[in-house]
């Protein structure tokens, strides 16, 4: 179910919705533009501040879709210089949100859900259940509060954080667009990505749509049990259909997917899981990332050795597969992949 109106208020709509409801209430569509630019480029708080909107309509606004201004309630620094940011949105809801910089760049991991309901084993977000989904505007914000508290735009996009993206399709997208809006984030389209557990018929919808936005597909295993097990939301789902809707991907948007691999010890880096892997991608035009697993409370799984990464590198490029370490950023904070979690929940 995605974010009501009674939850989210404005923030539920995405910016043909904004547009639909401007029309319904007589208003011209350039008043949509504003509108977006007023809550996404300049971060307004109530419609009082939107100087530029006849008095009554931003009383009838406020009236039908609140503006619940999100809050950063925590904020952690790593080492590294990644910040992670505890945000409370409306409902009281809180998620997570992860700032990365690097030279000349600012990547900001955002939450698609609060929770998740998907229960992969090394993730932490899932241990805390499904929340509610997020709207398209509380998606924006997640971003556009990091670039305020870092005093610079965001050149990266990432729906990485809680939440299955494809789980939220339609706000997911609507959020997508408004980054990518001039009236928004102004984030290059190519800049913007999408993280999904493999759900097989968002990913066909993504290829469908218009704009070169990249995505991104966690496997963890081309062996059908132990993906089966590590990945209890999609278990079931035949590895061979993901094969078959990640080629009609590459076939229908020309744009290559990534695979997530969080190698774990023991688990997943064995010889006959890294053959299954390499036959997986025969033929696939694909990035392999793989991800040293990071620690996770009670999930008891450990990371592989270096070597043994090195050695997928060295095996997976000999076949043909073009793959790569991850970086990590933001362990010390528990910022790292997997290990976003929402610590308490708002009462008041």
């Not at 690097?102 to 939450?111: A, E, K, N, P």
């Not at 800049?191 to 557990?197: D, F, G, Q, Y």
């Not at 132990?226 to 999609?234: A, I």
Request: hydrophobic content about 40%; some cysteine.
């Amino acid at each position: 179910m995605s974010a009501s109106v009674d939850v989210a208020g404005i923030k539920a709509l995405d910016r043909e919705q904004l547009a639909d409801a401007l029309d319904v209430l007589g208003e011209p569509r350039y008043r949509t533009e504003q509108l977006v630019r007023w809550l996404y480029l300049r971060g307004a708080t109530s419609y009082d501040e939107m100087t530029d909107l006849p008095a009554g309509l931003r009383d009838e606004l406020a009236g039908r879709f609140p503006v619940y201004p999100p809050e950063i309630v925590e904020r952690r620094h790593s080492k590294d210089g990644t910040r992670k940011y505890l945000i409370a949105l409306s409902g009281p809801t809180l998620v997570e949100t992860v700032g990365l910089p690097t030279s000349g760049r600012l990547t900001v991991c955002f939450s698609t859900q609060a929770g998740c309901a998907m229960g992969c084993a090394f993730c932490a977000t899932g241990q805390g259940g499904f929340v509610r989904d997020l709207g398209p505007g509380e998606m924006v914000d997640q971003v556009r509060l990091v670039a305020e508290d870092f005093g610079t735009r965001v050149t990266n996009a990432v729906a990485m954080g809680q939440g299955e993206p494809f789980a939220n399709y339609d706000a997911t997208l609507g959020a997508l667009r408004l980054l990518n809006s001039p009236n928004g984030l102004g984030i290059g389209a190519r800049h913007i990505t999408v993280s999904t557990c493999g759900l097989v018929p968002g990913i066909r919808r993504f290829a469908e749509e218009p704009e070169q936005f990249t995505l991104a597909v966690s496997l963890h295993s081309a062996v059908q049990e132990t993906r089966d097990r590590l990945m209890p939301g999609v278990a079931g789902m035949p590895l061979e259909t993901l094969r078959e809707a990640l080629i009609a991907y590459a076939n229908r948007s020309g744009r290559r997917p990534s695979l997530e691999y969080a190698l774990i010890d023991r688990v997943n880096d064995s010889s006959a899981e890294l053959n299954a892997l390499i036959e997986f991608c025969r033929g696939l035009l694909v990035h392999v990332n793989l991800i040293p697993v990071n620690t996770v409370d009670s999930s008891g799984f450990a990371r592989s050795d270096d070597e043994v990464a090195a050695r997928w590198i060295r095996e997976l490029g000999e076949h043909g597969v073009e793959a790569s370490v991850r970086s990590e950023r933001g362990a010390d904070i528990d910022a790292a992949c997997g290990q976003l979690k929402q610590r308490t929940q708002r009462t008041t």
